[in-house]
C-alpha cells in the first residue's frame, strides 16, 4: 500500500450521547468485563464495540457494551 501523507481516519465512530447512555443504563452503569460500578472506579467509562469496527462490527446498540478503561485497554 502506498501512504499519500494524509490519515483516514476510519478507527473509531462517534458514539452520540443517547447510545452511550442506553448502553450504560442497560448495563446498570457496571463495566461488562469486571462488572465494578462505574461509581467505584471513578474514571470515566467506555463504550466498546463486541465486535471490532475493524471488523465490520456496527456502531449500535447490540453491539456495543459498557467497559472500563482498565478492561478496555485490553
Ligand atoms: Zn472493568
Redesign the pocket.
Known sequence: MTSRGFTKDMSRSYIGRALREQVSSEARHR??????SARI?GTPMEIDHIIPESLGGPTARENLWF??S???DH
Not at 31 to 36: A, E, F, I, M
Open positions: 463495566c461488562g468485563y469486571c462488572l465494578t472506579i467497559a472500563c482498565m478492561c478496555n
